[in-house]
């Protein structure tokens, strides 16, 4: 049986340091449930286990760091990544793959999210799952199989 997690309380102004989320946005999640919080001496403090992470902060997204803003166009990260260039443009097109320019003709994606995202859909298993929450994050269940 697995031990719940215990709530870690942080002020508001250190969790949106945490997560670039302005103050009025985690307020407002507070108030739709989305996170927990609560005020302790009038001070209004947020779980810091239930703040939204960011993929720039996940370990398998730094690995890939030395990437960052290297463009590469589709066709090219396609063969180099043994991908699907439908998949990439998919991912492009839904926001997981930032597009960092044009050469010519062709769009650059930046190569630290190309490698990234490849990496967590080898480890999700593959084709046929959703792997990727609206922010680039992977699902809890994908996160957990990772986490080991």
């Known amino acids: 049986m697995v031990a719940p997690t215990l709530p870690k309380f942080i002020p508001i102004t250190e969790a ?3 997560t670039h989320l302005s103050e009025k946005a985690l307020r407002s999640m507070l108030h739709a449930g989305k ?14 286990n239930t ?3 960011r993929k720039e902060d996940l370990p398998e997204y730094r690995k890939f760091s030395n ?5 590469i166009g589709i ?3 396609a063969r180099k990544y043994d991908m699907a260039f439908s998949t990439l443009q998919n991912w492009a097109n839904r926001g997981f793959i930032m597009r960092v320019g044009r050469r010519k ?4 994606l930046d190569e630290q999210d190309v490698a990234y995202c490849v990496h967590i859909y080898r480890l999700a298993g593959g084709k046929g799952k959703r792997i990727f929450k609206e922010d680039g994050t ?4 994908i996160q957990k199989t990772i986490a080991g």
Do not use: C, F, H
């Not at 996170?35 to 810091?48: F, K, P």
């Not at 990437?67 to 463009?71: C, E, I, R, Y």
């Open 16 to 18: 949106v340091r945490k």
């Open 35 to 48: 996170i927990g919080g609560g005020t302790m001496n009038g001070e209004l403090l947020v779980d810091a």
């Open 51 to 53: 703040l939204p992470t």
């Open 67 to 71: 990437l960052k803003g290297a463009g």
């Open 75 to 77: 066709a090219e990260a």
């Open 105 to 108: 003709n062709k769009v650059l």
């Open 138 to 141: 992977p699902y809890s269940q």
